[in-house]
């Protein structure tokens, strides 16, 4: 009743009549009035007139169940979600409840991990309140072989979903950073698990840099949040929601061909490596050439003064552009 009640207060634009909450509900005014003390214990304002109703005056900048299911409007992506005040890792969790055997579309958010992981065995720094870590369980239909896709149907959701919510003009390093300024607000971690060709889940992990003011002097080259590349500090419910909803689309296209191709050009357009210098550490012999976009399987198009090279995967880094972070 209570993400009932804030959708409602949400959706509208006056007041919210007390007696209509009880006939929706079927319950006492008491009840009702219970709720709207609850609410405005979480830090909700919400504004009480007699005769009227109820207005909500302002939201916090909370990413709990309540706060995330009054806003949701996606079929199955986040169709459960589990929030965590604390937790080792939203992907840990993911994965753990994928074995228990929850569908496909759990969404696990955290404000605050202890153990948040990164690639390449890298530690993800999680401070309390002001990122977002979250992670999207999925048990997708599709050859083990086309996964790695997924992680760029992310990336692309997101930089979207980022650029709706907040009108910062984020770009994707391939394959799955979002960037602002050339500084990295964002990274993915998927991780599978297989069995005889099948997928039995993959699990999407997501941090996004929003509020934090400073960062450790290793990284405060490569890393920045939202807030200081812009000045300003976002809803962190709005863009998890943004992302879902910009997810469900993109990965609807993907599945049509299962590859990237109906997405490349959009990819492409999003793309900071395009067009720029780019030196590849290939794990048999690093090399420099010119981004020229991805190919519908997803590898990065480099020309070298030689040939025109496919990279899969690895690190690369774009001159101009932080390093290998
Ligand atoms: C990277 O190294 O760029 C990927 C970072 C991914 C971090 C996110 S935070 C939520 C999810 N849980 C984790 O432990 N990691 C991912």
């Known amino acids: 009743m209570k993400t009932e009640i804030l959708r409602m207060l949400r959706e509208t634009d006056g007041y919210v009549s007390g007696q209509e909450l009880c006939n929706k509900f079927g319950v006492s005014r008491t009840a009702v009035w219970k709720v709207m003390n609850q609410l405005k214990d979480a830090g909700y304002e919400i504004e009480a007139v007699q005769n009227k109703g109820y207005h909500l005056l302002s939201v916090p900048d909370l990413i709990d169940k309540i706060e995330l299911s009054s806003i949701r409007n996606t079929g199955w992506a986040g ?3 589990f929030y965590y005040e604390s937790i080792d890792s939203t992907n840990t969790k993911a994965k753990e409840l994928a074995e228990e055997g929850y569908p496909s579309g759990v969404l696990v958010v955290a404000n605050q991990q202890t153990a948040g992981k990164g690639r390449r065995g890298r530690v993800w720094i999680s401070p309390k309140g002001t990122d977002i870590y979250m992670t999207l369980m999925m048990k997708p239909d599709i050859h083990p072989n086309h996964a790695s896709m997924l992680t760029l149907v ?14 910062e003009e984020v770009q994707i390093k391939w394959p799955n950073d979002i960037v602002l300024n050339g500084k990295k607000i964002c990274g993915i971690l998927t991780e599978m698990s297989v069995q005889f060709d099948c997928i039995n889940h993959i699990v999407i992990g997501i941090g996004i840099n929003v509020h934090n003011e400073s960062f450790a002097e290793e990284i405060s080259d490569t890393a920045s949040s939202l807030f200081l590349e812009s000045g300003k500090h976002f809803h962190r419910a709005g863009i998890i929601e943004a992302f879902l909803e910009e997810f469900e689309k993109t990965y609807a296209v993907f599945l049509e061909t299962e590859d990237i191709s109906r997405l490349q050009k959009e990819y492409n357009a999003l793309l900071v490596n395009m067009g720029r210098q780019v030196h590849v550490l290939d794990p048999k012999e690093p090399f420099d050439g010119k981004a020229m ?23 690369v880094s774009v001159r101009g552009i932080y390093g290998y972070v």
């Open 79 to 81: 169709n459960e979600i």
């Open 154 to 167: 992310a990336a692309l959701a997101l930089a979207k979903g980022i650029r709706r919510e907040t009108g």
């Open 293 to 315: 976009g991805v190919t519908n399987k997803g590898e990065l198009i480099v020309d070298t003064w030689e040939s025109r090279k496919l990279v899969s995967s690895g690190e």
